[in-house]
């Protein structure tokens, strides 16, 4: 089922294509985890998905970001009332993901590159199944759609707000403590994020700065009141 589902180009498809079950999702998202991915849109449903799902999307995410591909992740900004969404969150921000917290969402979805989308088969339903959607026309209006609600939720242009600066709260965190002369471990501690994804994140802000040095970083980062 997998291997048709996740065809090439050349191989005749359906625009829209049923995922029946649980167990078609966990092998689709399994697949990705070896295909050349170099964007991946999240916005979590409030669903409760099977917890295989759930694992499978978290590490996808893991294997995506360390391989240097951007994944970004929108989820509903009060997660007190639902314990297995709030770990879901978590999850998907100790993998490196950027994350953007909205009071809704006015569709869930999963979208690779413009290969392919995973969307509710009817949005209006909470119980609604999920359907995978290929063509780039089609592909490319989820991504816009995402888009539009990931902009919307770093506030207006100019007011202060978590990427202002063009900084997400992970980096602006781990520059101010950086900035206090933490070493990586320190401030894997303090933030509860994994060492690897403090140097990826430290290093991901350096090569955007120009900064050629951990303290140039932080120094720059000063100058510019990033911190």
């Known amino acids: ?4 589902l996740m065809a ?85 921000a100790a993998s490196g993901a950027w994350m953007r917290a909205v009071t809704h969402l006015p569709v869930w979805m999963a979208v690779a590159d413009r290969d392919f989308a995973i969307v509710p088969s009817d949005p ?3 119980a609604s199944p999920a359907t995978l959607v290929r063509g780039r026309t089609l592909v490319g209006a989820y991504q816009e759609l995402f888009d539009q609600v990931w902009a919307r939720s770093a506030g207006p242009a100019g007011a202060a707000g978590p990427e202002r600066d063009g900084l997400d709260e992970r980096e602006r965190e781990a520059l101010a403590l950086l900035a206090e002369g933490l070493t990586d471990e320190g401030i894997s501690r303090r933030t509860g994020l994994s060492v690897r994804t403090i140097r990826r994140t430290i290093a991901g802000v ?14 720059e980062a000063a100058r510019r009141q990033w911190i």
């Open 1 to 4: 089922m997998t291997s048709r």
């Open 8 to 92: 090439g180009p050349d191989t005749a498809r359906s625009a829209f294509q049923p995922l029946t079950d649980s167990d078609v999702l966990v092998d689709l998202l399994d697949t990705l985890r070896h295909r050349p991915v170099r964007e991946l849109r999240l916005a979590l449903p409030r669903r409760p998905y099977d917890r295989r799902v759930r694992e499978q999307a978290a590490l996808l995410s893991v294997e995506l970001v360390r391989r240097g591909a951007q994944v970004r992740v929108l989820h509903i900004e009060d997660v007190s009332r639902d314990p297995a969404y709030a770990d879901d969150t978590r999850r998907f």
């Open 124 to 126: 209006g339903l909470d």
């Open 206 to 219: 350096m090569t955007r700065m120009g900064a050629q040095s951990r303290f140039q970083a932080g120094v």
